[in-house]
C-alpha cells in the first residue's frame, strides 16, 4: 500500500482470467525481481525469452499484473502517510471517484463493516495531510465521516502473497 501509485488502476474487471502453471510461476519470479530478465526466467519456466515476454506483455495488457518501482515515502519527502477511514450517505461510488482522483490519495477502497471507504494519504507532513483531509476530502458530497488513522511506524509492508 504505502508507496505504490495506484493512480492509474485499472478499472474492474468481471474476473480475472485464469491462470495457467506457467503465467503463475512467471508472477512468482517477477514478485520476487521485478527487474529479473526474461531469459533468466524462461529457463526457471522451460520457455524462450520471447515466449516469456509475450506471456508478461499479455498479463500486462490483462491488467493482471503491473510493474512498477516501489519507493519508500519518507526517502522522496513524503513523511505523513495515514489510513482515512469514510462513512457515507448516499452512493459511495462518487465518493470513492473523487477520492482516486486526488493528489496525494494512493488507495482507495470500497468496503463492508464499520467503514464505507478506507483510502491512504501520503503528504508531505502534517499541514498537508490537514489540508487533504479537512478541505478536500471533507468536502466531498456525501462524506458524513472521516476517520484519520496516522502512521507512525511501518512494520511490514509486502506485494508478494503469489499466486495462490
Not at 461510488?93 to 482516486?100: C, F, I, S, W
Request: charged fraction near 25%.
Amino acid at each position: 500500500m504505502p508507496g505504490v501509485n495506484r493512480k492509474n488502476t485499472a478499472p474492474e474487471r468481471a474476473a480475472a482470467p485464469l491462470l495457467d502453471d506457467i503465467a503463475k510461476q512467471i508472477i512468482e519470479q517477477l514478485q520476487q525481481d521485478g527487474r529479473m530478465p526474461y531469459s533468466t526466467i524462461g529457463k526457471i519456466v522451460g520457455l524462450s525469452e520471447a515466449a516469456v515476454r509475450q506471456r508478461v506483455q499479455r498479463l500486462s495488457d490483462a491488467g493482471v499484473i503491473q510493474i512498477v518501482a516501489v519507493t519508500d515515502p519518507m526517502q522522496v519527502g513524503l513523511f505523513r502517510q495515514a489510513m482515512i477511514a469514510i462513512n457515507v450517505d448516499g452512493p459511495l461510488e462518487p465518493v470513492a471517484d473523487a477520492l482516486a482522483g486526488m493528489d496525494g490519495i494512493d488507495y482507495v477502497v470500497v468496503c463492508a463493516g464499520r467503514f464505507d471507504i478506507l483510502c491512504e494519504a501520503i503528504c508531505s507532513d502534517d499541514a498537508s495531510l490537514l489540508e487533504l483531509v479537512s478541505t478536500r476530502i471533507r468536502a466531498i458530497p456525501g462524506v458524513r465521516k472521516a476517520e484519520t488513522l496516522v502512521y507512525l511506524k511501518l512494520r511490514k509492508q509486502s506485494y508478494q502473497w503469489g499466486t495462490r
